[in-house]
């Protein structure tokens, strides 16, 4: 079983930056692969960003340029580095991890953390 504990949420404006990071149990957390995903109000969860175990990288259309993803295995660590922020943004998001799986699929994931808030005023 893995838990992942993610934080760094907040209220911020538009334009400006947050830093989420989510941090896992497993000992084995280099081996997972790595993704971030966000659920706005009365909307479907959807994909934003993963990062694979060697380091791979992959973003939704709607946060490419502006979002980054970034690990530390060394701290079982996964950061999300958002920046040009934009009320469309708002939405809570969650950190999850896959052993088996490089995917954009929520259903991919076997483990969730509880998620973090994130609210962009215009």
């Known amino acids: 079983q893995v838990q992942l504990v993610e934080s760094g949420g907040g209220l911020v404006l538009a334009g400006g930056s947050l830093r989420l990071s989510c941090a896992a149990s497993?000992?084995?957390?280099?081996?997972?692969?790595m993704g971030w995903f966000r659920q706005g109000p009365g909307k479907e969860r959807e994909f934003v960003a993963i990062?694979?175990?060697?380091?791979?990288?992959m973003f939704s259309d709607s946060v490419k340029g502006r979002f980054t993803i970034a690990r530390d295995n060394a701290k079982n660590t996964v950061y999300l580095q958002m920046d040009s922020l934009k009320p469309e943004d708002t939405a809570v998001y969650y950190c999850?991890?896959?052993?088996?799986?490089?995917?954009?699929?929520?259903?991919?994931?076997?483990?969730w953390g509880r998620g973090t808030q994130v609210t962009v005023s215009s």
């Open positions: 999850a991890a896959s052993l088996q799986y490089y995917s954009s699929r929520h259903s991919d994931y076997a483990f």
């Open positions: 497993t000992p084995t957390f280099s081996s997972y692969s």
């Open positions: 990062t694979g175990p060697g380091g791979s990288t």
